[in-house]
């Protein structure tokens, strides 16, 4: 039970801003990695595929330890899961600041790092989920803004950071900055107190009620009850996994991540060999940082309106497919005031289904399994996330331009579009028929 009283508004707010803050603290994080990439490399003279791992560790780890962290706040609590992990990211990029050799910088910042934001990353954007009914997609909206936001912000800085201190005193510097997932974590205030007060009435009446035959010390029967009802959480925690419904969208999550990252990496060498300056091809990154902000709030705004509150799912297939589109004609774009209107689509539209995963997920099976089945989906994307942008390079490689690899993005994000819609259309003939199924029979008037 959930004391309504404290959804959507309250304290909920603050949980939002906490979420915002593990978003900026864990993706933003994660993107700001390449920028030391040139410095590891004249430190510890590797190439570039080489130093690439980190951030694929970085990336990868957090996604494919996510129901870690659904399980420890299953078990435990959010609140505990997050605090956690926080400790160990700080931990993770304080040694990475130490770090003598490339295998110990994937160790500490590839590993360790990743997997405290594993910890933290699903438990916040569930609490989220927790708090709100009514304005859901706005909170994740606002909440999942933090990854763009973030990134606007932490990018330069972090430059700042290297030139002032060197790249260890920034992992330094950052490695503090993480810490404060520790103070999120604290304010991660549990909403379920309903079930406490519940199970504690419903053992006061059994004293009453049986007063003679009960010990003096009810103990003893409050932890077999709890052991109880740990088992039968443990049994039913993972049965949408069972559900037609939630396979079809896991697929549709394995071929979005298989391409919704591509952009993001070549988009900027594409401009270069279309003869953008470097600048040009920056401010292209900025636009899409930018307006994937805007795309996290209005989108998710318009779809909690009433008239598109039961389209959602529709809302979701929409934008996926729109940003595979924009991939397809990416090829066609050759300069910079054609690039620009491209970086504002994908842009706008990232934005969109990003913070529409968790909504979409909930409205499938529910705020009861929404933690563990987000800590699937999440896990879901890391190994796509780990292959996709090598598969992305050797197709550069093997055709000489990055026509091949902007194809394979968009055919991937309009594959997942296509999956998902297919699902949704069997689920609506299925209910449709259900409906028909269970119409109450027609009154037949017996008196003559």
Known sequence: ?????????????????????????????????SIFF?????????DYSSMSWVHSLVDCTTMLCAPIGSLIGNRLSFRVSVMLGGLLSSCG???????SSLELLYLSMGILTGLGFALCYTPAIVMVGCYFRERKALAYGIAMSGSGIGTFVLAPAVQLLIDLYSWRGALLILSAFVSNLCVCGALLR??????????ADLLSSEKSTTLPLMPR?????????RCFGSCFQSSTEYSFLLL?????????????ASGCSLPFIYLVPYGLRAGLSHQQAAFLMSILGVIDIVGNVTFCWLTDRRCL???????????????????????????FLLLVPFAVLYGYFDGAYVALIPVVTSDLVGTQYLSSALGVVYFLHAIPFLISPPIGGWLVDITGSYTATFFFSGAAMLASALTLSIV?????????????????EPKVDLEL
């Open 190 to 199: 549990p909403i379920t107190v309903q079930e406490a007060k519940k199970e």
């Open 309 to 335: 509150k039961p389209y959602r799912l529709g809302c979701y297939i929409f934008s996926v497919a729109m940003d595979g589109l924009c991939c397809l004609f990416v090829p066609l774009l050759r300069s």
């Open 424 to 440: 949704a259309g069997i689920r609506r003939c299925q209910v449709t028929g259900a409906g028909k199924d269970t119409q109450p």
């Open 217 to 225: 010390n009810p103990a003893p029967q409050l932890q077999r009850r």
């Open 38 to 46: 040139v410095e590891f490399q004249a430190h510890f003279g590797a």
């Open 244 to 256: 037609p419904g939630f396979l079809g969208l896991a697929a549709s999550f394995l071929l979005l």
């Open 93 to 99: 990029l304080l040694l990475s600041s130490f770090s």
């Open 1 to 33: 039970m959930v004391d309504r009283k404290q959804q959507d508004g309250g304290w909920g707010w603050v949980i939002v801003g906490c979420c915002f803050m593990v978003t900026v603290c864990t993706r933003a994080v994660t993107r700001c990695v």
